[in-house]
């Protein structure tokens, strides 16, 4: 089946139109929905295969990144959430949505009651970045990396993207259940400093996904490298067919098949 | 009752902002501070339970993982130590959208019974410092007393705002004489000259009745430099003749003249529009906003970009903004606190204000700033300049906007509040040491998420063609906006049922209001209930607030009685025509003579290093260049992506290769010498970005930005003069016609002593640029090893304003000028051969001139080149090596061609100057060898890039 994709808006998202395109590059289809219309039953979630919440500064990140969503989230939509995920079917939150993912419950397991685990603070070098990263793709149980590349090359642009767990525990339990979708690397595939590590994030995590790989959440944007002139080096090393980040959304579309 | 919930960073992570203040604290020369901590607090009014403050606290305000939280206490640190605590919260009535969202989020949680929330910052400083160090670091780095202030003990947190009392209030005008018709305009801060006040005088005397304080404000600013633009309209004494409106003379004329068919709507709407593809347009402003960020860099940068934002959100039926673009002049950031005049901030505190406004705003709008420029100098050290500019998707049948009487006026968008009251007139006038206090209601803060939900919401409104008009509210607020809207029908309006952020505001207050993120739009009366419904659909309210007429006269209402009424004929066409002097003296320079520099090498790491040319990467790393999806060619470019590229490339549709070029040129140094050079510099500047990067002059439109000093003084005016004139030579002969544009006039600043520092003259040009394919593209860094190296365009001895001679400390009156013919042909050839592919890299020469092109391309491109100066085509031919490498002469290239496109690349260049003077290297050594093949420059690529790049490089 064609999948159909909730790219989910509210005040202040705005990577909405590049995420619901890249879907459709990818040969899904997919519509932007407020979240008000989700709340108020207008539209219904059980009706999509797969939910999208994108990039942004939702209401502002004014309390701290992705909150206020999130709680949205938590507090408004839970039941309907796990039966989204209970029915098999994908999530992915890139940036200010994974922000929202770790906030609301769903990484890096779907637990909308417990406290939060990880989070995702502002940057070493306090202050947002706009820049190009390597990413290593570790073996993980992620829908979304089937098959990939062994490194990817996205644009990171955030202030608050230092991924850190609340303790040594919790890593451990990452990397024991091959969690860890990405992890920042320098060009030489060395570990990464700054700026290859853009923000300081624990363990270099640059996504996570949870243990039935079906919700993926990235600082990253695969959706900002899915053209060939997307790449920031297209005029010294030429046009490549497409971008490093349509596979993921591709692969999102193929689980469907 | 009140909440008060403080948050701590856990000690395991960074505090960022304590650490930010302890490093300011160091700048101002404190440095007996051995920690700063930060605390975020956050007051609610209402009735609230234990458990719920604890909900709110922690699940809602602090981040379990990294912050701590105290409810009605405060975190303790240190307690040992000496220390200093200090409570920082905004002023009444300033926008705190921390605490908007608060609220938001509480109602989230299910909580009910919070009226009111606000804001505040609590800082411990450790160390001992004195009641002066303390004072000092509250007043320059804590807050700015414009829009802050130190919490005091027992301070009423949430007191009324007052009522809405209305007491209607006529000004005796009509007996008045000249003396007193001055001191009323200068006592209710209107800005207008004796001259309009009689014009107002005599309007009124002959209706038989005296005006009311909202008629009088409306005129003001209706009537104000900003809004009328009444210098460079009005009449001018020049070399014996009067001009009759000088832009009408120029720039108007020029576009009038050249009658491109691709130009869709030139000077008559927010922005001016050109065609794109068969479905959209695309529209650009540029606008400044100066007064306000020399008062409150944040909100008056911050507000800047919403405002010109919301532009081409008010052109037409509304365009999607997609790419953001900003320049900005500031005062030297290494200049010492105690050379500062008095009530000037520091510029690096202005600048480090400045780039965050612009960052925070356009970030989060998710639009991509993708071009810009800095320029210091000290004459800006008082008056900064901040031009913001934004363009606009827009589909070719929603460009123009229809106004019938009748239709419903709805405001949309933000609250009004205090905020901004007098902005448009203020603007108008000088700085002075006192600005910050008499004008600290003209101080905005935006909303960044008020003004995305709008468009987000309004760009559906119009696809659904819910409207018949819209326009923004920018300076002068409603009464600007709907004055001009409804010019040619009429209009009726109920102040009181603007929605208002906190009580207590006048009918006066409402109507002049500057406060942000608001539209009006006009909806036929079949249609207001769906208009309505849409908008409450995404939480952004649209409120009805009055009709159009048909008896072409504006009347305002409050509870019913009538405020205010003025024909809009008056309104509009009432302004007397001032006639200004202006006459131009060329300065008097004494050509230095000296004799060439032994290592012209020391000189490429010095120019690099300048501020003017120095990496900005500190800048644009903040800003988001990426989203929405476009980006081809970015603002760094090159092998590690640092390189300064010439010009941005940005697709606005996806779905396309199709592309728009944006690029600018600006050049202070050179309108000391003579604004004439300066404009067609500027131009050349900008066009020759745009040729760079791949494009072409065929449909590139350019917009001009005068900041200018007092131009009721005749030598300002001169120049102004000049510098129009050149505008339309050079456009004239390019073709590339004028779409928009803005004047601020009244760049001075005056000391305490009564001297009045005017900016340098200062002419922004703009180019917008269509690139038919995107993948045509070139880069400015260097590609391949082998390839070879040529140099377009003529090299003269014009050192005036170069960075070479300010770095000697010489000066010289050959300021670069611009052979316009000359220019064309070769900018027309460079785009033929970048078409054809022949191209491999390009960057253009400008600031520092060959010598800094060439260490830009090869440290972009980590490659070594090897150039000879001998074969260089240059005027005079005997032209030495310092001059030929520094001069900076217009319409100039260095370009990189392959060895097998040689031939073509040669043919494609025939008939203009030109040489083939080096080749690629694949070491990282820069080699200059001038006039008898002597060594001039050796020097490492990565040393050279290390010069460029630390100079800025916080």
């Known amino acids: ?257 | 009752m009140i909440t008060r919930i403080e948050l701590a960073v856990k000690p395991a992570f960074p505090d960022f902002e304590g650490r930010k203040i302890k490093n300011g604290a160091h700048d101002l020369g404190v440095k007996t501070i051995d920690k700063v901590y930060s605390f975020p607090v956050t007051y609610l009014q209402g009735e609230l339970s234990e458990a719920n403050s604890i909900k709110i606290a922690g699940h809602l305000l602090a981040d379990n993982v990294t912050q701590d939280y105290l409810i009605n206490r405060k975190f303790e640190r240190d307690t040992d130590a000496k220390q200093w605590s200090v409570e920082i919260t905004f002023n009444r009535g300033v926008t705190d959208m921390v605490a908007e969202t608060t609220l938001k989020g509480i109602a989230d949680l299910g909580i009910t019974g919070i009226t009111e929330a606000k804001t505040a910052k609590r800082y411990i400083f450790i160390g001992s410092l004195t009641e002066e160090q303390k004072s000092l670091i509250t007043e320059k780095l804590l807050m700015n007393k414009v829009i802050e202030h130190v919490l005091q003990p027992g301070e009423a947190l949430f007191a009324p705002h007052g009522d809405d009392r209305f007491n209607l209030v006529h000004v005796p005008l009509r007996q008045a004489n000249a003396d007193e018709l001055l001191k009323i305009s200068r006592d209710r801060d209107l800005f207008l000259n004796l001259e309009e006040m009689k014009t107002i005088q005599k309007h009124f005397q002959d209706i038989g009745r005296e005006p009311t304080d909202v008629e009088l404000e409306m005129l003001a600013q209706t009537w104000s430099e900003h809004c009328s633009h009444k210098s460079l309209t009005g009449k001018i004494e020049w070399e014996g003749k009067v001009i009759d409106n000088l832009l009408k003379n120029t720039i108007f004329k020029v576009t009038s003249e050249l009658n491109k068919p691709w130009c869709v709507s030139v000077f008559k709407d927010n922005a001016g529009i050109i065609r794109f593809d068969d479905e959209y347009n695309i529209c650009f402003k540029v606008e400044t906003h100066n007064h306000p960020s020399a008062m409150e860099p944040y909100g008056g940068a911050n507000t800047g970009i919403g405002g010109v934002i919301r532009d081409p959100m008010g052109t037409g039926l509304g365009a999607k903004p997609v790419i953001n673009t900003d320049v900005f002049c500031f005062g030297p950031v290494d200049i010492k606190y105690e050379d500062l005049p008095k009530g000037v901030l520091h510029p690096k505190r202005v600048m480090q204000g400045v780039v965050s406004g612009v960052r925070d705003y356009g970030n989060r709008m998710g639009i991509p700033t993708s071009n810009g420029s800095i320029f210091f100098d000290e004459r800006y050290i008082g008056n900064p300049l901040v031009y913001c500019g934004n363009v606009g998707l827009i589909p070719v049948d929603k460009c123009e906007k229809t106004i019938v009487p009748g239709d419903a006026i709805i405001v949309i968008g933000g609250r009004t509040g205090r905020d901004g009251i007098h902005g448009a007139t203020a603007s108008s006038g000088e700085l002075h040491t006192e600005s910050e206090d008499t004008w600290s209601g003209a101080v905005q803060i935006g909303n960044p998420i008020v003004e995305k939900k709008l468009v987000d919401t309004l760009m559906q409104a119009r696809d659904l063609s819910l409207y018949r008009a819209i326009t923004d509210c920018g300076a002068g607020g409603l009464s600007s906006a709907i004055g001009e809207l409804a010019e040619t029908t009429g209009a009726e309006i109920e102040l009181d049922k603007v929605p208002l952020k906190y009580h207590g505001l006048s009918y006066m207050e409402i109507w002049i209001s500057e406060a942000q993120e608001r539209m009006v739009i006009f909806v036929a009366q079949d249609k207001v209930e769906q208009t309505l419904k849409l908008f409450a659909a995404e939480d952004v309210e649209a409120t009805i607030i009055g009709k159009t007429t048909n008896d072409k006269k504006i009347r305002l209402f409050y509870k019913g009685t009538m405020v205010g009424e003025l024909d809009m004929h008056f309104l509009h066409k009432g302004l007397p025509k001032t006639i200004r002097k202006a006459k131009w003296e060329k300065p008097v320079i004494k050509e230095a003579e000296f004799p060439q520099p032994a290592n012209l090498g020391d000189y490429v790491h010095k120019i690099l290093a300048a501020p003017n040319v120095c990496s900005k990467e500190w800048v644009i790393k903040q800003y988001d260049h990426e989203v929405q999806g476009g980006s081809a060619l970015k603002p760094l470019v090159g092998a590690a992506g640092d390189g300064p590229g010439d010009a941005s490339i940005t697709r606005p549709r996806m779905s396309s290769f199709k592309a728009v070029i944006l690029a600018n040129g600006l050049n202070p140094n050179y309108g000391l010498i003579d604004p004439y050079h300066m404009a067609t510099s500027a131009i050349d500047e900008a066009l020759r970005n745009v040729i760079a990067v791949g494009g072409s002059l065929e449909q590139t439109a350019i917009l001009d930005n005068f900041c200018w000093g007092n131009t009721d003084k005749p030598d300002r005016m001169g120049g102004l003069v000049r510098a129009a004139n050149a505008c339309y030579d050079a456009a004239k002969v390019f073709e590339t016609p004028f779409i928009s544009g803005k004047d601020s006039l009244n760049n001075e600043y005056q000391t305490e002593n009564g001297e009045s520092i005017a900016i340098p003259p200062t002419l922004l040009i703009s180019a917008i640029s269509v690139m038919t394919d995107a993948r045509k593209a070139v880069s400015m860094d260097l590609k391949e090893a082998g390839n070879l190296i040529y140099c377009v365009g003529l090299t003269k001895y014009e050192m005036g304003g170069s960075h070479y001679f300010n770095i000697l400390g010489k000066s010289s009156a050959t300021v670069p000028q611009v052979d316009l013919d000359g220019a064309k042909k070769i900018f027309t050839a460079m785009s033929a051969a970048t078409d054809k592919g022949l191209v491999r890299a390009c960057h253009d020469c400008s600031e520092g001139g060959i010598g800094i092109a060439l260490a830009e391309m090869a440290f972009a491109g980590a490659l070594g080149a090897e150039i000879n100066l001998s074969q260089l085509p240059k005027e005079p031919t005997t032209l030495r090596d310092d001059f030929a490498l520094f001069s900076e002469s217009n319409s100039r290239f260095i370009v990189e061609v392959q060895p097998g496109k040689q031939q073509q690349f040669e043919k494609a260049l025939a008939g203009c100057p030109f040489a083939h003077i080096g080749v690629v290297n694949k070491d990282t050594t820069l080699v200059i060898r001038g006039e008898n093949g002597k060594t001039l420059v050796k020097e490492d690529i990565y040393k050279l890039k290390e010069s460029w790049q630390k100079t800025l490089g916080w």
């Open chain 1, 1 to 257: 089946m064609i999948p159909g994709v909730l790219v989910l808006r509210a005040a202040g998202s705005n990577c909405d139109d590049e995420t619901k395109f890249a879907f459709e590059q990818a040969g899904a289809r997919a519509d932007l929905v407020h979240v008000n219309r989700l709340l108020n039953g207008e539209v219904k979630l059980e009706n999509y295969q797969i939910l999208a919440i994108p990039g942004g500064f939702t209401y502002g990140d004014d309390i701290s990144a992705g909150k206020v969503l999130a709680n949205q989230l938590k507090y408004k939509l839970a039941e309907k959430l796990h039966q989204f995920y209970n029915d098999k079917k994908l999530i992915i939150g890139i940036c200010n949505g994974f922000q929202v993912l770790v906030k609301a419950g769903l990484l890096p397991v779907v637990d909308f009651t417990a406290q939060q685990t990880v989070t995702l603070t502002i940057n070493d070098s306090g202050k947002y970045e706009d820049r190009w990263v390597y990413l290593k793709v570790n073996d993980s149980p992620c829908v979304f990396t089937r098959n990939s590349k062994a490194t990817l090359h996205y644009p990171v642009a955030h202030t608050e993207g230092k991924f850190v767990p609340q303790d040594d525990q919790t890593l451990q339990y990452l990397i024991d259940n091959k969690l860890v979708v990405f992890q920042y690397i320098s060009p030489d595939g060395k570990k990464p400093a700054f700026p290859w590590n853009p923000n300081g994030s624990v363990h270099d995590i640059a996504g996570i996904c949870d243990p039935s790989g079906r919700i993926l959440g990235l600082m990253p944007h695969p959706e900002r490298n899915i053209d060939p002139t997307h790449s920031p080096f297209w005029t010294r090393n030429g046009l490549a067919a497409e971008g490093d980040g349509l596979a993921l959304f591709k692969n999102a579309v193929q689980y469907f098949k």
